[in-house]
Structures are given as C-alpha cells and as structure tokens.
C-alpha cells in the first residue's frame, strides 16, 4: 500500500476529496479563516482546485456559524472574529444585520428548566457546514491512515447539542485511540475513535471547535449508521418542544453507544 502522504503535495496526483487524478494545490482541512494566529502545524491535504472552491463556501460559514453560536463565542478569539466577518464585504455585514435583527430572545435552559443563558435565536443554513465538514472526513480518514477515501465511501457529519456533548465525550472517551490532536489556542481539537464496526474504512471522530461546538464526522458503516439514527430521531413526533427535545438527544447517546463495541 502506498502512503499518499508521501505524495507530493502539488503537481498531479490524487484529490483526497474527490478521488480524481488531477493538479493538485494544498488546501488547510481546518480553514485558516478560524485561527486569528496560525498553529505552527496548520493540516493540510492534496486537493483539486474545484474541491478546494467547493469547500471554501463551507470554511467561511462555519467561521460564521461558530462566532455567533451561543457555545462557540465564548472562545477568546471570539471579538476579533465578529471585526473580521464584519468587516469582509458589505453583504455579509448585511446578512448578518439581517440575522439580528430578524432574531428572538431565548433562554438556554436545561431539562428541569434550569436557566444557564439568555441568547438570540436566528435562522442560519447549516448545510453548507455540513457539507465541507464531510469533507473533512475524507480529509482526515487520509491523515490518519494515508489512504484515498473511495469516492463512493459514505461521510457523516453531526453537530452534538449542548446538552449531550459532555455526557457523549464521556462514555466515547474509553475508545479513544490517543489523547486529542490540538490546533491553535483550542481552535480546533479532535480525537479518532478507531472503532471497527463490519465495513472497511470505518473511522468516528470527535471534532470540536472553539473548545465548546462538539460535531461526529464518520465514514463508511458508521456514517449510515449515524444517518440512520439522525433520520429516526427527526422523524419522532413532536412534543412538548422543550421535552421532546431533550428526549431525542438523551435518544441520540442511547443508540450510539447501542452500536458501540464491548470495552
């Protein structure tokens, strides 16, 4: 087996997004946008030039996504973050007034109706997030094992509520293969999971951001499984919104760890 990360970085060779023979350029698996100072050892990955546009759209939206998220603005980079955004042309400052102003006040409370914050609840596009998150998957299934994820390989990408995230890294951390990867001032760490389920390329890792906004990236068997259980959790009736809530993200721990192997 050839290990591609031995593979020159530029010039022709394999996409790890795509799978496609083409010129490659490098491209950061974690966006630069999100390090106000740069880690000494940024990730980088060999991709084409069009899965590298692809992927940019998605690298801006999660910078936005993380600095207005009620968890991720917490991180001491936070304000730099909000000047930079806002400061980038004038129609993302016009979205973003929009956002605001289009926003309702919210509590964030816990089950028993515990308040722990006041924040502003606003329609954002997570999509876009996802879908480079996915691709980050591939990304990191090549940096960890220095294969090509095969292009017809299943990703997963999930975002962890609040509620669940500390509870989830607790009963996943006994499958930790290593202690986490950091970059940056806690910008970004993550964790490989290396839990084989009956698939080849396998992989479940931990990626949180702004050390608070917890999201599950897999590939392969444990992608459709996590899609699975996603699907039946949002087909579950609604409730009393603020019970059925915590009910299906309590569901979300119980069917992972249902999967999970013997210790």
Not at 121 to 136: G, I, N, S, Y
Request: proline share 5%.
């Amino acid at each position: 087996m050839v290990d591609v990360r031995k593979a020159p970085r530029k010039g022709i060779g394999t996409c790890v997004y795509c799978g496609r023979t083409r010129k490659l350029t490098k491209d950061h698996l974690f966006p630069q946008a999100l390090f106000i100072t740069l880690d000494k050892e940024m990730v980088t990955v060999p991709a084409c030039h069009q899965c590298q546009r692809r992927k940019e759209v998605g690298d801006r939206e999660l910078e936005i996504y993380l600095t207005l998220d009620i968890l991720g603005s917490g991180h001491a980079d936070v304000v730099m973050h909000l000047k930079k955004i806002a400061d980038r042309n004038e129609g993302t400052k016009h979205r973003l007034d929009r956002m605001i102003n289009g926003a309702d006040y919210a509590a964030l409370t816990t089950e028993d109706g515990f308040q722990l914050a006041e924040g502003l609840v606003a329609e954002f596009d997570t999509e876009p997030v996802l879908q480079m998150l996915r691709m980050v998957a591939r990304g990191l299934y090549w940096y960890s094992t220095g294969e090509i994820l095969p292009p017809d390989v299943h990703t997963h990408a999930q975002r962890i509520p609040w509620n669940i995230g500390g509870e989830l890294l607790r009963r996943l951390s006994a499958h930790r293969s290593g202690n986490p990867t950091v970059k940056g001032n806690l910008v970004v760490w993550w964790t490989d999971l290396r839990i084989q389920m009956n698939t080849p390329h396998d992989r479940l890792w931990v990626v949180c951001f702004n050390d608070a906004v917890v999201f599950l990236l897999a590939t392969a068997g444990w992608a459709l499984s996590l899609d699975r259980i996603r699907d039946k959790l949002d087909s579950l009736p609604p409730k009393d919104e603020g019970k059925a809530r915590f009910s299906a993200d309590s569901g979300l721990i119980n069917h992972i760890e249902a999967i999970l192997p013997p210790k």
